[in-house]
Antibody, heavy 117, light 106 residues
Framework: EVYLVQSGAEVKKSGELLKISCKGS????????IAWVRQMPGKGLEWMGI????????RYSPSFQGEVTISGDKTSSYAYLQWSSLKASDTATYYC??????????WGQGTTVSVSS | EIVLTQSPATLSLSPGEGATLSCRASQSVTTKIAWYQQKPGEAPRLLIF???VRATGIPARFRGSGSGTEFTLTINSLQSEDFGVYYC??????????FGQGTRLE
């Protein structure tokens, strides 16, 4: 069975660095795009960006370009989302999801990030 | 960027009733629309892809329709587990990938 398992909840302070992870299993990780989606408290879903692990081709939403960095390691089946300097407004739940020609068919369980000022 | 507008924002119904949720795209996305269900504290779940194809394990009471700019998700005979928030999403000529703002079914 196909799974995406994300790293645990994080509690950080403004200005700190953070990298969260998403590990795929049950399929050939390098052959499918992995998307990152933000959900702020009580709000809807926002697409942040996407990576193709096989060649690390990465695309960003204009809203998140320059704000986060998406990376991947196909040898260990991980995708990552990182911030160099967190803001309080980064407080949200972040999901990774596998993108196919059938939409986002498999989702991670979400990583909650809480940032205090 | 293609904008998806969902209506209504909130739909208040009772178990056994039928639900009709709409999603309008600002320009044609052919049939590259997916629908997701999200329950509190859970990740979204894919219900429908390619506008009308049910994902694996999705009950037949969920039906998607539409093409171009107008799409509908119909849920027949609501069950208690169907209540939550529903999002449409397009994946035509992505990126970008965009979501509608959601419809809360309560």
């Amino acid at each position: 069975e196909v799974y995406l398992v994300q790293s645990g909840a994080e509690v950080k302070k403004s200005g700190e660095l953070l990298k969260i992870s998403c590990k795929g299993s049950g399929y050939i990780f390098s052959r499918y795009w992995i998307a990152w989606v933000r959900q702020m408290p009580g709000k809807g879903l926002e697409w942040m960006g996407i990576i193709y692990p096989d060649d690390s081709d990465t695309r960003y939403s204009p809203s998140f370009q320059g704000e986060v960095t998406i990376s991947g390691d196909k040898t260990s089946s991980y995708a990552y989302l990182q911030w160099s300097s967190l803001k309080a407004s980064d407080t949200a739940t972040y999901y990774c999801a596998r993108m196919t020609d059938q939409g986002l068919d498999v989702w991670g369980q979400g990583t909650t990030v809480s940032v205090s000022s | 960027e293609i904008v998806l507008t969902q209506s209504p924002a909130t739909l208040s119904l009772s178990p056994g009733e039928g639900a009709t949720l709409s999603c309008r795209a600002s320009q044609s996305v052919t049939t590259k629309i997916a629908w997701y269900q999200q329950k509190p504290g859970e990740a979204p779940r894919l219900l429908i892809f390619d506008a009308s194809v049910r994902a694996t394990g999705i009950p037949a009471r969920f039906r998607g329709s539409g093409s171009g700019t107008e799409f509908t998700l119909t849920i027949n005979s609501l069950q208690s587990e169907d209540f939550g928030v529903y999002y449409c999403q397009h994946y035509n000529n992505w990126p970008p990938i965009t979501f509608g703002q959601g419809t809360r079914l309560e």
